[in-house]
């Protein structure tokens, strides 16, 4: 019999980050619950060769290419499945655990069978005062998915709160409820395909929670980053970003607030488009330029087509 919860990690060129998460984990989590399952995305830095030889007793899935973070952690997520455990945690590699997560998220879960998700309250890694990622809600008047910064109650014990979507960067799922709604959808590849797996999830009658008094850290963003005469923060991620929102909104939106959606959406991307012109971050604006045409033309029985979250 396999132990309860598969734990995957996806590296993509990060091997010091996911050897430092993995370090936090075997201090503070209960191995006899999990099973790590690194899949790595094609790393051109040896990653795999550094982590098998720091931790040989790992489960390791060489996916080749980089597959992005939807189809990347589908993988991981097809293997758990097929070998029985009961759920997966996905767990970015930008992250540390002070306290036992796998047990708390697990005992909530097992308590609470219309769940099908529960993340924890995700702080930032450099401070540890503030949250990065609260619990998800969708403001379907803006058309914006934010997540609630606000801090836990001190008085509040083994609580938890309904969600309208769960974080990718740490989130244990039920593998049965998995069976039903779908995997990440790879069609996304980066970004908001959590966001769209909630929502697909929450269509199958069940609950999304968020669990304030479970905790951990993130850096955010290690892999997404590059120097260059472009900034800092690589140009194809305001690709999908943008791409992605409006796919979101174009499936998941309410019709009668689309022209508000287009005002509050429209003005920030084209405000965010003449900064880069002026700028002259050039290949910024071309995929920006890009994003809306493929947001709003893909047409949307190749985004949600079965083979895009398929199990088998």
Known sequence: MPKAVALILLNW??????????????????E?????????NGSTDNSLEILKAQYPDLIYIDNKENLGFAEGNNRALRYSIEEGYTYSLLLNTDTLVD???????????????KG?????????????????NGKGSFNKLSGNT?????????????GFE?????????????????????LLNKRFFLYYEDVDLSFRLRECGYEL???????????????ATSKNKEGSLSPIIHYYVCRNHIWILRRYGNALFYPVNLLYN???????????????????????????????????????????????
């Open 32 to 40: 006899a619950l999990f099973d790590i399952i690194v899949a790595d």
């Open 209 to 223: 929670h968020y669990l304030p008094d479970c905790k951990m850290y993130h850096e955010a963003g290690a892999s």
């Open 99 to 113: 306290e036992d997560i796998v047990f708390k998220l697990r005992q909530h879960l097992d308590k609470h069978a």
């Open 116 to 132: 099908a998700a529960v993340q924890p309250a995700i702080y930032w890694m450099h401070d540890h005062t503030s949250i990065w």
């Open 13 to 30: 060129n990060t091997p010091v980050y996911t050897d430092n998460c993995i370090a936090s984990l075997k201090q503070y989590c209960n």
């Open 146 to 158: 934010p997540s609630s910064k606000k801090l836990p109650d001190p008085g509040l014990v083994e």
């Open 266 to 312: 429209g003005a920030y991307y084209l405000s965010l488009l003449a900064y880069f012109i002026l700028r002259r971050r050039k290949q910024k604006a071309g995929f920006l330029i890009k994003a809306f045409k493929d947001g709003f033309f893909t047409p949307k029985n190749l985004i949600w087509a079965k083979d895009n979250t398929s199990i088998s």
């Open 162 to 182: 309904q969600a309208d979507w769960v974080t990718g960067c740490c989130v244990l799922l039920r593998n049965d409820a998995l069976q039903k709604g779908g």
